[in-house]
């Protein structure tokens, strides 16, 4: 029996995301650097005055360092006052007077950017497709080329062309949920197995699913993919979705302070080569999926032909069909 599988080579972090020398120097005085910028009437950090108060904290955020400042402003101010609300805001001339404590809401949370937590975290929320998401650290953040994971899978299997096709699949490292509530929105008649090793993953994702109101087509457990054959038994499914772990262990030093600080290093790191996971779910995958079944896998731009070599030299039951890349040609 051959079974198909497809790879899809996103990569999320360029190796050219080196720290600067000065980062650590950076964080020692922050603290100094803060009192005497919150100080500055200057910078307008105490004022209520929308347009003074953002256009303070942009500058700021541009002086330490942080990647896409106005972004960061931009989605926190439309967390503090909805919106609908911000947009009405851009279109007065004379700026817009903020309540005291949407003041104070602002400048906590744009602090909190400054010391390079993602924004993500800093609102607590994020969209993925179609879906509004919580997020909470340390759970891997989903990135937008991951949408065109889902897209791909969807695409392959023809569910926006039928809504009534009976389709399952098993989805290894679910993070926020993002993948698998995506699919269980968009196409009905889905359902899915999603496992994740990290215990505050499995909570989010659950509690996500309870959002999207698909908590009834999904079984979601706390293993990871080298316990989870009991746990599934005689389960059959269309196919297996991932973004695992896959960064190298030479790439793991030039993560941006937001990743490498922040987020669970268990749901980036793929061991040495970055195939370590990768390698477990194209073990078990043969003896779970149905015919013509198909394995999707969101990997490293090194990583393509060594999963093509691999998949030869293993004898699995698999064919790898193809590599796509992603929106920024990667």
């Known amino acids: 029996m051959y079974l198909r599988t497809l790879s899809t080579a ?3 972090f360029q190796r050219t995301y080196r720290a600067n020398n000065h980062t650590r120097l950076q964080r020692c005085s922050f603290k100094a650097h803060l009192e005497i910028y919150s100080g500055n009437i200057h910078r307008n950090f105490r004022s209520q005055n929308l347009k003074l108060l953002t256009n303070s904290w942009i500058q700021r955020l541009k002086e330490g360092h942080v990647p896409e400042a106005e972004l960061s402003v931009k989605f926190i101010t439309e967390h503090v006052l909805g919106k609908e609300r911000t947009q009405l805001c851009d279109l007065k001339e004379d700026g817009h007077i903020l309540m005291k404590e949407e003041a104070e809401s602002l400048n906590q949370l744009c602090l909190q950017r400054l010391q390079r937590v993602p ?11 179609y879906l ?22 969807a695409r392959h299997h023809c ?15 679910c993070g926020s949920g993002a993948i698998c509530l995506s699919i269980l929105s968009e196409f ?3 359902t899915c197995v999603a496992i994740d090793k990290s215990k505050d993953a499995v909570g989010l994702t659950r509690d996500n699913a309870n959002r999207c109101s698909v908590s009834d087509r999904m079984l979601l457990y706390h293993t990871d993919v080298r316990s989870v054959l009991p746990i599934l038994a005689s389960a059959k499914f269309d196919a297996i979705i991932s973004n695992p772990p896959y960064i190298p262990e030479r790439d793991m030093a030039y993560l941006q302070p937001e990743i490498s600080r922040h987020e669970d290093v268990g749901a980036l790191y793929g061991g040495r080569d970055g195939l370590d996971v990768v390698k ?10 149905k015919p013509h079944g198909s394995v999707w896998l969101e990997v490293d731009i090194s ?3 060594k999963i093509n070599d691999w998949i030869s030299s293993q004898h699995l039951g698999l064919i790898y069909c193809g590599t796509f890349d992603d929106f920024t040609q990667r």
């Open 303 to 305: 990583h393509p032909e």
């Open 10 to 12: 996103l990569c999320r």
């Open 188 to 190: 009905p008649q889905t």
């Open 280 to 289: 477990e779910i194209l073990r078990i995958s043969s003896g779970i999926l």
């Open 119 to 129: 924004v993500q975290y800093v609102i607590g929320e994020w969209d993925f497709r």
């Open 132 to 153: 509004n998401l919580e997020m909470r650290p340390p759970v891997f953040i989903p990135r937008p080329e991951t949408e065109e994971l889902v897209q791909l899978v």
């Open 159 to 173: 569910l926006a062309n039928n809504k009534d096709q009976q389709f399952s699949f098993l989805e290894v490292g």
